[in-house]
């Protein structure tokens, strides 16, 4: 064989010419019959990409005698031409064109192979065509299927596959995935492209906990289009699991079919036209992509064609099972309709037209329509829409379903004959006219249309309803107590002014009843309501044993045709018997101005004993108290004194709450407090006696002082405070006199009192509603370093049962610690050694942990530590501190105290540095503890660049003498926008005139004050009795000073 280059190869000047130079590096070969081909040069661009020069070299038989260049078609056979790409960088792009992403159960297929867009530089996919592409499994358990795979020239294996691509296109083998679960990364590469991609695939668990496992028809399903054309809903499948939950992971595949053997498919999804997609399952849902209608070349006589869309999960055997014949659940089918044109016949029932009603009436009889093939068959399931235009709406409670329904269209489907039945139609109140309800649907010209008609006389009532003298009580012969009512409204829903209403008495097969002798009694309307005659009565009780039974009235007027039903019950004589259930006893007892604490409760029997319901009881109360109806539905009639109420299913007849009246309300003579219930048909009234307790005012009430409670001491020594509780009164005032007993309740140490002869207790007397021991000293703690004995407070006329156990607020219960020696530590845990500019808060807080010495170290919890500032003028406590782990219990802003947390942690408040540079101490300290001492500096600072100002509200406010005032100034910078979360201070020029405290006329100093988010900072001033003008001055370290002036005068 002979090889060389052509520039020319048929030496026609312009086409194919080489755009490259390619040499051999022999000319004449006999075995084998290859040769290695080098690029030496690029002299143009190839016709088909910028990215590359085309270069030709010539195979030819070396014992034939063939001329050199040009070639001509008469050489041909004893030649080959090769077409050789020399590219000047490895420019091509490599990018996903389908596949990637995709699930497939262990052992199983991707359902759609890998394929990916080869193009040049440019994005063409004209100069790739035959660009060799390599796809690598490089991770997952995947193999490729070389069986299935017919590119000429293409080497599978089974992690590797080497292709060419198709004008732009590289095919992958199938991949089918392995029995490991997990992510799969497929590489696709090529020489001449700079980067790979790399597609991911999952390979799932046949079926997972969460995976779509039961597939059910959701939205979508019958529709009818016209080809050519798209569905107008998506096709929506409910997916569980196989707990029949909502699935949340997995796929569904949705696959068309014909719906009948020998029937084209009509019915495709996406613009590609695929029969067979899948949907991401997304919370128990998956939805199709768009389904379109295909293109179909004959139609059945009937106009249309079905089609059979399967849903199913990608974990189906669709190698073994048919989707369109399973039954176990996993598939949901869809049934969709395509029709050659609008070949749908739709009709009317003309007997149903001209239906005519009163306006807020119904129509007597529901629209129908019928659809039919284009051979007059009927057609099952189709949608069918009727349209109302006019004075009338669609009934939304009706019995007849619906697939979609608002007042003027509803759609329907019909059944197997082809008949679809709309619900029944309301004539609006108050309007008459032609109403008119068109019948369409999407496959279909014809357009029936129903005419039905709206009229009433203007005035006249249409519509009645019950409103007072249902469900009475009356004994044989007697008229019952209250006359029915009912109200009555014209077409237009207003009240009616003219006609009539007709009350029926209606026996039934336990009573029967007349308007003394007469079965029905006819009123006049007027003014929207109409009341029957009070000489209704019940005359039978049909049933020979029955002691009672029911009969009906109804009410109606000549336009209503659901007349309103009264019932009333007539017994034989007065055999109701009430008895008492709650509130009638000696423990029914209650304070002046205080509610009863066991309501008044009747029950309702009859002769059998069995529960009355619905019986009418009033209950009637004398004496200094009254009815309180605020969880109560109060009747028309009710009054403070008088309440009637209905019994229940159970015959329970509950009346409304009872309030006492106030001690100062209270005559001395007062009478008892009796509820008497009563009823038409009891035997007897039945009294309930209550009991109103003598007002007191005596101590009542205590409640432990916080500050004096889980205090600590040594043996032997006194507690730093002594006890304290205060005291209520009955009605939750202060009291004023009376006495408290403290007593000492020893559990793993003793206390006592010192000052007192019985020294376990101490009696101490109420003052402004507090009461406060003498002092109270620790004892001993026998064979132990620490213990606790109780004390428990209770008002010393009240003296409980079980002090110790009582829960109740008549007791006030401390526990108090006694330590036999200093066991206890402070450790400082924050705050030491911490460092802040002039004005400036330290940035952590002195914090303390107190342990036990004598118990390895554990936890103190609630001890209380007195934090103290060794100079006043360096620094001060914050004591407006919101820290939820600062537990203030006293102090002022140079010394406070605070209860440590259950976790032994005590937390001082943040400290603010004063105005001079220096150190200070910070002494925590405790009663049993040899307490910690915290280095704190207050920094000097340079003069600082005055970066805001602050701005008053006003130049000048006035306060009346013993008057106060707001004074609100704001931090603003440059731009004039408030400066948020920066301290100021206030001060006042003098004391005496003005001051920030109410009760001291010499405080001119205030705690500090932050900025709020814009930038105000307000400080409230008050007034004393002295008239003159101070300067109120703000201060930030970061602004110059604020001004106000504030005069005091009339």
């Known amino acids: 064989m002979l090889w060389r280059f052509l520039a020319d190869p048929f030496g026609n000047g312009v086409y194919p010419l080489s755009t490259a130079v390619a040499t051999t590096n022999n000319q004449e070969l006999r075995q084998p019959q290859y040769t290695p081909i080098w690029a030496r040069d690029i002299t143009g661009n190839s016709i088909e990409s910028p990215d590359y020069g085309t270069a030709f070299v010539c195979?030819?038989?070396?014992?034939?005698?063939?001329?050199?260049?040009?070639?001509?078609?008469?050489?041909?056979?004893?030649?080959?031409?090769?077409?050789?790409?020399?590219?000047?960088?490895?420019?091509?792009?490599?990018?996903?064109?389908n596949g990637d992403g995709q699930n497939a159960a262990c052992g199983r297929f991707f359902e759609t192979p890998l394929s990916a867009y080869v193009v040049d530089s440019q994005g063409s996919i004209q100069g790739t065509h035959g660009v060799p592409v390599r796809f690598d499994i490089v991770e997952g358990d995947a193999t490729f299927d070389a069986g299935g795979y017919i590119q000429r020239l293409a080497t599978v294996t089974a992690t590797s596959a080497q292709v060419f691509s198709e004008h732009g296109t590289a095919f992958a083998p199938r991949i089918k995935a392995g029995i490991t679960v997990g992510s799969i990364k497929i590489r696709a590469s090529s020489p001449f492209a700079a980067q790979p991609f790399y597609f991911e695939l999952h390979a799932v668990d046949k079926l997972g906990p969460t995976d779509a496992a039961f597939v059910a028809v959701f939205e979508g399903d019958y529709q009818d289009v016209t080809a050519p054309g798209g569905f107008a809903l998506p096709l929506v499948a409910k997916v569980q699991n196989q707990y029949m939950q909502p699935a949340q992971t997995g796929k569904i595949v949705f696959t068309a079919y014909p719906g009948a053997d020998g029937q084209p498919l009509s019915a495709v999804f996406g613009n590609v036209g695929t029969a067979t997609v899948s949907a991401d399952v997304v919370e128990g849902y998956a939805e199709a992509p768009t389904l379109l209608t295909a293109v179909i070349t004959a139609t059945p006589a009937s106009g249309y064609t079905s089609n059979i869309i399967c849903a199913y999960p990608d974990t189906f055997d669709i190698e073994d099972e048919d989707p369109r014949t399973d039954t176990s659940g996993a598939v949901g089918r869809y049934t969709e309709r395509v029709w050659a044109g609008k070949a749908a016949l739709l009709s009317r029932d003309d007997s149903k037209n001209g239906?005519?009603?009163?306006?807020?009436?119904?129509?007597?009889?529901?629209?129908?329509?019928?659809?039919?093939?284009?051979?007059?068959?009927?057609?099952?399931r189709m949608a069918v829409t009727f349209t109302l235009q006019g004075p009338g709406q669609f009934d939304n409670d009706d019995s007849v379903p619906v697939q979609a329904w608002s007042q003027k269209l509803v759609i329907v489907r019909t059944n197997s004959d082809g008949l679809a039945t709309a619900p029944r139609i309301q004539a609006l109140s108050g309007q008459e006219g032609d109403i008119g309800v068109t019948i369409s649907c999407p496959v279909s010209n014809y357009t029936p249309t129903y005419t039905l008609i709206s009229a009433i006389p203007p005035d006249e009532g249409v519509s009645v309803g019950l409103a007072a003298g249902d469900m009475q009580d009356q004994i044989l012969g007697m008229p019952f107590a209250n006359p029915m009512s009912v109200s009555v409204k014209n077409a237009k829903g207003a009240n009616a002014t003219a006609g009539q209403v007709t009350f029926t008495c209606k026996d039934t097969a336990d009573a029967t009843g007349s308007f003394k002798g007469t079965a029905s009694a006819t009123v006049d309307v007027q003014d929207g309501s109409a009341i029957a005659p009070a000489t209704l009565q019940g005359d039978s009780v049909v049933?020979?044993?029955?002691?009672?039974?029911?009969?009906?009235?109804?009410?109606?007027?000549?336009?209503t045709q659901l007349p309103p039903v009264f019932r009333q019950r007539v017994w034989r004589a007065r055999h109701a018997v009430l008895s008492q259930v709650s509130g009638g006893t000696p423990d029914n007892k209650t304070k002046p101005g205080e509610l009863f604490p066991i309501p008044v409760v009747a029950y309702v029997a009859g002769p059998d004993a069995e529960d009355i319901q619905d019986l009418l009881v009033t209950f009637t109360l004398q004496g200094p108290a009254e009815f309180v109806y605020d969880d109560f539905q109060k009747q028309p009639d009710d009054t403070a004194t008088s309440a009637t109420v209905r019994s229940d299913a159970h015959g329970i007849a509950a009346a409304p709450a009872i309030r006492a009246e106030a001690a100062a309300q209270i005559e001395a003579d007062s009478d008892p407090i009796i509820v008497t219930a009563d009823a038409t048909v009891a035997?007897?009234?039945?009294?309930?006696?209550?009991?109103?307790?003598?007002?007191?005012?005596?101590?009542?009430?205590?409640?432990?002082?916080?500050?004096?409670?889980?205090?600590?001491?040594?043996?032997?020594?006194?507690?730093?405070?002594?006890?304290?509780?205060?005291?209520?009164?009955?009605?939750?005032?202060?009291?004023?006199?009376?006495?408290?007993?403290?007593?000492?309740?020893?559990?793993?140490?003793?206390?006592?009192?010192?000052?007192?002869?019985?020294?376990?207790?101490?009696?101490?007397?109420?003052?402004?509603?507090?009461?406060?021991?003498?002092?109270?000293?620790?004892?001993?703690?026998?064979?132990?370093?620490?213990?606790?004995?109780?004390?428990?407070?209770?008002?010393?006329?009240?003296?409980?049962?079980?002090?110790?156990?009582?829960?109740?607020?008549?007791?006030?219960h401390f526990i108090e610690r006694v330590w036999a020696a200093k066991y206890v530590t402070l450790a400082k845990q924050d705050g030491d050694a911490q460092h802040a500019g002039i004005n400036q808060f330290f940035p952590a807080h002195p914090t303390v942990k107190v342990t036990d010495q004598s118990n390895r170290n554990m936890p103190v919890g609630d001890y209380l530590v007195n934090f103290s500032i060794s100079?006043?003028?360096?620094?001060?406590?914050?004591?407006?501190?919101?820290?939820?782990?600062?537990?203030?219990?006293?102090?002022?802003?140079?010394?406070?105290?605070?209860?440590?947390?259950?976790?032994?942690?005590?937390?001082?408040?943040?400290?603010?540095?004063?105005?001079?540079?220096?150190?200070?101490?910070v002494q925590a300290q405790g009663t049993v503890d040899q307490g910690a001492t915290f280095q704190l500096t207050v920094d000097g600072t340079p003069p600082q660049q005055k970066l805001y100002t602050l701005k008053p509200d006003a130049a000048q406010k006035k306060i009346p003498p013993d008057g106060s005032n707001m004074a609100i100034f704001t931090l603003q910078d440059s731009s004039a926008r408030g400066v948020g979360g920066k301290v100021v201070t206030f001060s006042?020029?003098?004391?005496?005139?003005?001051?920030?405290?109410?009760?001291?006329?010499?405080?001119?100093?205030?705690?500090?004050?932050?900025?709020?988010?814009?930038?105000?900072?307000?400080?409230?001033?008050?007034?004393?009795?002295?008239?003159?003008?101070?300067?109120?001055?703000?201060?930030?370290?970061?602004?110059?000073?604020?001004?106000?002036?504030?005069?005091?005068?009339n």
């Not at 038989?61 to 080959?80: F, K, R, T, W």
């Not at 009291?735 to 408290?740: E, F, I, R």
């Open 59 to 97: 195979a030819q038989d070396g014992d034939q005698q063939i001329m050199s260049s040009p070639l001509s078609a008469d050489l041909l056979p004893y030649v080959a031409l090769f077409e050789l790409r020399v590219w000047k960088t490895a420019s091509a792009v490599i990018k996903s064109r």
């Open 355 to 380: 239906q005519t009603t009163a306006p807020g009436q119904f129509f007597p009889n529901r629209l129908t329509a019928t659809a039919q093939d284009a051979n007059h068959n009927g057609v099952d």
């Open 543 to 559: 049933q020979q044993h029955a002691t009672y039974g029911y009969f009906e009235v109804a009410a109606a007027t000549a336009h």
């Open 683 to 812: 035997q007897t009234p039945l009294p309930f006696n209550l009991t109103l307790l003598p007002p007191l005012t005596k101590a009542t009430y205590v409640y432990a002082d916080p500050a004096t409670d889980l205090q600590a001491a040594l043996a032997a020594q006194p507690f730093a405070v002594p006890l304290a509780v205060s005291v209520k009164n009955p009605d939750g005032s202060a009291a004023t006199t009376g006495s408290v007993t403290f007593k000492i309740f020893p559990v793993g140490a003793t206390g006592f009192f010192p000052k007192e002869n019985d020294r376990n207790l101490c009696v101490a007397q109420v003052t402004d509603g507090r009461a406060t021991t003498t002092t109270l000293s620790a004892g001993g703690v026998p064979g132990a370093p620490f213990g606790i004995f109780r004390v428990v407070a209770y008002p010393s006329n009240e003296v409980p049962d079980d002090p110790l156990n009582d829960d109740s607020d008549q007791t006030a």
């Open 871 to 921: 100079d006043s003028t360096l620094a001060t406590f914050d004591l407006t501190d919101t820290d939820p782990d600062v537990s203030i219990v006293s102090g002022s802003s140079q010394s406070v105290q605070v209860r440590g947390g259950p976790n032994g942690i005590a937390t001082a408040p943040r400290i603010l540095a004063g105005a001079t540079a220096a150190s200070f101490q």
């Open 988 to 1049: 006042l020029d003098q004391a005496g005139i003005v001051s920030f405290s109410p009760t001291d006329p010499s405080v001119t100093t205030a705690p500090p004050v932050t900025t709020t988010e814009t930038g105000e900072a307000s400080i409230l001033l008050y007034a004393g009795e002295n008239l003159g003008t101070v300067t109120l001055t703000a201060t930030n370290v970061q602004s110059t000073d604020g001004q106000m002036k504030i005069t005091v005068g």
